[in-house]
């Protein structure tokens, strides 16, 4: 197997992006990405997008060739990677082992999705068809409401408090308000959403016991990377960014199914095999961009990838040992919770984001110092389809 | 009173409970099941009260929880209560067989909890 590397990376800012379809957002990711690299008019020998719901949300199928006509890619390979909300990661997967195997040398992924141009109540059903049709979904499940079962079990068994969930809301905000590509650009205060009678407005309940801000907007956006052989990213102007690993694990469909529905395994077993096949241990990752599509996850998933023992991520978070500066910086783009959660967009915007602190890219207020390896969790489902990337920056 | 509508599946080798079907057990990977049907009343194990309601259910909250039956089933249901506050892990629920969604007027049956007071 070749070692791949990231040469280009772009995304374009999250949020209610009415001007845009949902071809116009995935060209303007992709053109970033390959002048990021400087590929000039050089060919792209395959392109990968991850999209979940064009079906549902737009009436098109088939993005992926329309995007490889529209950013004259012809006859490069194409094709559309579909895996809820872990598509992003998926399709980066498929384009690794892609350039991996020896088969193609420049891959470009383009992950993206347009949510705000149906209501929330139906953008809320479309996300929900990821449950089980007949166990799940007709009972009007979502997935707020799939979190908000998963956090009261947390809650019990691992001692997470309502303050340990709301500081990271407002660690993730007031880094969303720093980042210009993120949805939400606003700090927010504990007084504001949680401590003043104003709160009860300010923050409502969402799904018991979560509320409001324990959750990811709604947004539309676009991100890209694109990845050739680790002996050819030198032709390439900017810094490469290695795939030191990756992983990928599937849980139950359904959440009655599993064991200890608190275990999220497949967040375990992901994260392991990227650690493992980049021979780090989770002390060595440097930052991680989590998948907070709800509060709860971020405290879950550090204490799933090993960053803390069980029932110790929550007070990491409000002692700052995840804030930038702490001893595990995690999710200093914003997260989901502020930059967005463009489902096909999220697992290739996470990627981005790694790659632009890989190469002290995001200016000094975000910037992680040192910043040598750096991990992600892009999480399907309610963690029954699960991807993690190690990244490393390629030294000169 | 409709008769509940759910089908699980006991593996024949190790006796996993399934629901809902998979064409091999999740715990020995046999193919050979026996069919069961959810028996008693059940023990809730997770809740939550949705204020955000998908496209289809023209209501204020729902309640959603999984419960296990006296057989080892467990199942995701609606259940009937004004407030998740009125609920606790561990509580014993009747189950019934009722309309849980109704969709361009065609209705959708599905099982439905009420707690046991």
């Known amino acids: ?396 | 009173m409709k008769e509940i509508e759910i089908t699980a599946y006991k593996c024949k080798k190790c006796g996993k409970v399934h629901f809902p079907f998979h064409d091999r057990c999740l715990k020995c990977r046999s193919r050979e099941f026996e069919t069961i049907h959810p028996k008693g009343n059940a023990t809730l194990l997770a809740y939550t009260q949705i204020f955000n309601l998908p496209w289809g259910f023209d209501q204020r909250f729902l309640i959603i929880g999984v419960a296990e039956f006296e057989n080892g089933v467990k199942a995701m249901g609606q259940v009937k209560a004004g407030d998740a506050a009125e609920l606790k892990p561990g509580m014993k629920l009747k189950p019934s067989w009722d309309v849980v969604r109704v969709t361009a007027g065609e209705k959708t049956y599905g099982l439905v909890y009420q707690p046991i007071k």
């Not at chain 1, 040398?105 to 953008?123: F, H, N, P, Q, S």
């Not at chain 1, 709604?218 to 690993?245: I, N, R, Y």
């Open chain 1, 1 to 396: 197997m070749r070692n791949v590397a990231i040469i280009g990376a772009g995304m374009i800012p999250f949020g209610r992006r009415d001007e845009d379809t949902l071809l116009d957002m995935l060209a303007y990711a992709g053109l970033k990405a390959l002048d990021d690299a400087g590929m000039g008019e050089k060919s792209v020998d395959a392109l990968y997008v991850a999209n979940m719901g064009a079906g549902i949300l737009q009436h098109q199928t088939a993005i992926a060739s329309s995007l490889a006509d529209r950013l004259s890619l012809l006859p490069a390979a194409a094709d559309t990677v579909e895996n809820g909300p872990a598509s992003g990661a998926s399709a980066i997967k498929n384009g690794v082992l892609a350039v991996a195997s020896g088969y193609y040398d420049y891959v470009l992924v383009v992950g993206g999705e347009k949510m705000r141009e149906v209501t929330g109540w139906r953008a809320t059903d479309f996300v929900a068809t990821l449950t089980h049709p007949q166990t799940e979904y007709i009972y009007g499940i979502t997935l707020p409401g799939m979190a908000g079962m998963f956090t009261r079990l947390y809650m019990e068994k691992h001692g997470v408090t309502r303050e340990m969930l709301t500081a990271v809301s407002i660690k993730n905000q007031k880094m969303g308000a720093l980042n210009p590509y993120a949805h939400v650009e606003m700090a927010i205060t504990k007084e504001g959403i949680m401590d003043s009678p104003d709160s009860v407005v300010n923050n409502p309940p969402m799904a018991d016991p979560l509320h409001l801000y324990d959750a990811c907007p709604v947004s539309d956006g676009a991100a890209a990377v694109l990845l050739c052989p680790l002996e050819m990213a030198k032709q390439h102007p900017k810094t490469a960014v290695l795939v030191a690993g990756f992983g990928q694990a599937t849980d139950t469909h359904t959440l009655a199914e599993r064991e200890d529905p608190t275990d999220l395994k497949a967040v375990t077993l992901a994260a392991k095999q990227a650690l493992d096949m980049a021979k780090l241990k989770p002390s060595d990752i440097d930052f991680a961009e989590l998948h907070d599509a709800f509060t709860i996850l971020e405290i879950a998933e550090s204490e799933h990838v090993g960053f803390f023992k069980k029932g110790e991520g929550g007070k990491a978070v409000l002692e700052g040992k995840t804030s930038l500066g702490g001893q595990i910086p995690i999710n200093v783009s914003g997260g989901l919770k502020a930059r967005g959660h463009p489902v096909g967009a999220t697992g290739v915007a996470q990627v981005t984001e790694v790659v632009f602190q890989l190469r002290n890219e995001v200016g000094k207020d975000r910037q992680v110092k040192n910043a040598r390896n750096g991990l992600t969790v892009n999480f399907g489902g309610f963690g029954n389809n699960v991807l993690s990337f190690v990244l490393r920056r390629v030294e000169a």
